[in-house]
T-cell receptor, first 114, second 112 residues
Framework: DADVTQTPRNRITKTGKRIMLECSQTKGHDRMYWYRQDPGLGLQLIYYSFDVKDINKGEISDGYSVSRQAQAKFSLSLESAIPNQTALYFC?????????????FGPGTRLTVL | AQSVTQLGSHVSVSEGALVLLRCNYSSSVPPYLFWYVQYPNQGLQLLLKYTSAATLVKGINGFEAEFKKSETSFHLTKPSAHMSDAAEYFCAVSGNGNQFYFGTGTSLTVIP
């Protein structure tokens, strides 16, 4: 089984709809991240969480919100989706005991906003 | 502040030829540097990492990278390209608080 899972894997929605993307991990890591990937732009950090009570904005948090329901779960919400939020979204995790060590990525969610 | 620059958004090499993907970094702290690979329709997978130990780092699938502080570079190489190496490659630097800063990626095409 995958250590970092994302649901759904693909989603098509309409402008103005509320969307939630979910991420779960079985790695026991305390830190979790949400990124979006756009062609030619690489990965941009949306939000990150160092533990259940610690949520931080990343580079491009406008239009997004997150919830850390448990150490293993981190959800990303688009309150009112717009077409320029069409992108590939990745969840990632890391272990604080590894200091600045690697992040582990989920398989991604492809979101299309019409 | 931390950032990375990947020179060349697309690189094409012939099968069996040398692969060289360039990455330059900027960091206000001693850098931790990473190369990730993304195969089509998949997430990112770690190829290799530099965390202040040996400057020549060996990774999976025959890839390696050399940390050169004087050039602020961390270029990725592989002596002989294989068709299965075709993918998107991302360089990243880890800043304070374990935030990652990714480059814009380099798409590698391997020509038979």
């Amino acid at each position: 089984d995958a250590d970092v899972t994302q649901t759904p894997r693909n989603r098509i929605t309409k402008t103005g709809k509320r969307i939630m993307l979910e991420c779960s991990q079985t790695k026991g890591h305390d830190r979790m991240y949400w990124y979006r990937q756009d062609p030619g732009l690489g990965l941009q950090l949306i939000y990150y969480s160092f533990d259940v009570k610690d949520i931080n904005k990343g580079e491009i948090s406008d239009g997004y919100s997150v919830s850390r329901q448990a150490q293993a779960k981190f959800s990303l919400s688009l309150e009112s989706a717009i077409p320029n939020q069409t992108a590939l979204y990745f969840c990632a995790t890391s272990d604080s005991s590894g200091r600045r060590d690697e992040q582990f990525f989920g398989p991604g969610t492809r979101l299309t906003v019409l | 502040a931390q950032s990375v620059t990947q020179l060349g958004s697309h690189v094409s090499v012939s099968e069996g030829a040398l692969v060289l993907l360039r990455c330059n970094y900027s960091s206000s702290v001693p850098p931790y540097l990473f190369w990730y690979v993304q195969y089509p329709n998949q997430g990112l997978q770690l190829l290799l990492k530099y965390t202040s130990a040996a400057t020549l780092v060996k990774g999976i699938n025959g890839f390696e990278a050399e940390f050169k502080k004087s050039e602020t570079s961390f270029h990725l190489t592989k002596p002989s390209a294989h068709m299965s190496d075709a993918a998107e490659y991302f360089c990243a630097v880890s800043g304070n608080g374990n935030q990652f800063y990714f480059g814009t990626g380099t798409s590698l095409t391997v020509i038979p």
